[in-house]
């Protein structure tokens, strides 16, 4: 892969430890959206890591695919996942190799995935909008590019990071709901800590 933070290999050396690195407890963007889901939606959590966010969504009630590159970070969302009694339908994929379904899913999540470059990132943005049935739910979370200058968090490449316009453009045949822009203090495992520029998409497939 052209992209190295991508690799299956950089993935696996970082989540190759006991410790759940960015923590158990879901993201708290997509625990603020708890009211969107709802017991038998089918759901698409795509880069999910150790699994704290397809994991509360399955406890939502949520039936859940959740795509992961690492092996290593599977195992430990499956135990996580085995901890809190919910079943999570968990795959190995690269993202950009994926023969993503199409209109399949109520929901696709994607929380802080800020591994591919532009041209990568715009395949796999239009890859997750086809991944929705109409009427289907998107929710994004990611890094602003002023996180550069914060230092607690995501990719050290400004081209990986995301801006209010650029998100319109790559969801611009969407239905967007919300995009905010904000300094919030994370406290999400030892990876995200700290004063961090976030920004926030919610939009919706047109029906």
Same mark, same amino acid.
């Given at each position: ?26 993201? $708290?963007? =997509? ?8 017991? #038998?939606? %089918?759901?698409?959590?795509? /880069?999910? @890591?150790? &699994? ?77 909008? $086809?991944? =929705? ?8 979370? #990611?890094? %602003?590019?002023?996180?550069? /200058?914060? @230092?607690? &968090? ?54």
């Amino acid at each position: 892969m052209a992209d190295s933070m991508a690799g299956e290999a950089y993935w696996n050396a970082r989540y190759d430890s006991d410790e759940y690195l960015f923590g158990e407890a879901p993201n $708290r963007f =997509l625990l603020a959206n708890e009211a969107r889901f709802r017991p #038998g939606m %089918r759901v698409l959590a795509i /880069a999910d @890591g150790e &699994g704290r966010n397809s994991v509360w969504l399955a406890e939502q009630g949520c039936d859940v695919v959740a795509t992961e590159i690492s092996p290593a970070a599977i195992d430990k969302a499956r135990v996580l996942a085995q901890v809190r009694g919910v079943r999570v339908d968990f795959r190995q994929v690269d993202l950009l190799d994926w023969d993503w379904p199409e209109g399949e899913f109520d929901a696709v999540v994607g929380i802080f995935f800020q591994v591919f470059d532009p041209e990568q990132r715009a395949r796999v943005f239009a890859a997750m909008a $086809r991944a =929705l049935r109409p009427g289907g739910l998107l929710l994004i979370e #990611g890094y %602003r590019p002023e996180q550069l /200058a914060y @230092g607690t &968090g995501g990719p050290p490449l400004l081209s990986h990071l995301y801006t209010e316009p650029m998100l319109r453009d790559a969801f611009g045949s969407m239905e967007i709901e919300t995009i905010e822009s904000y300094d919030a203090e994370l406290s999400e495992g030892a990876r995200h800590s700290g004063l961090s520029a976030v920004i926030d998409l919610t939009a919706r497939k047109p029906l």
